[in-house]
């Protein structure tokens, strides 16, 4: 039996890796026994953009959340401006009946 070394492209690495499984003429050996799975299969960086995802969802949700609170704020000054349109247009009919 020999060693032989293997560099394979994470992208087709468990499709060959199970390939030369069926074959049972090939004994792996795991040469990073430290490395957890999740490190082997995505990386050191995986868990870093996972992080920075994070954030920028916290962002996000906060903004939403502003958004919708100036929506509702919006609304409300909207029926205050409408209700004050109508007093105002009442007052002056009003007013146009009291001075005749």
Known sequence: MSLRQFLIPTEVAHDAVAE???LKNVQLKDL???????????????????????????????????MNDSYKTLGECTRELVETQHVLRE?????EKVSF
């Open 91 to 95: 007052t002056a009919v009003f007013s």
């Open 20 to 22: 030369l499984g069926e």
């Open 32 to 66: 990073n026994p430290t490395v957890n799975p999740f490190q082997f299969m995505a990386g050191p960086s995986a868990a870093h953009n996972i992080d920075e995802l994070d954030v920028t969802l916290a962002k996000h949700e906060t903004r939403l959340v502003q």
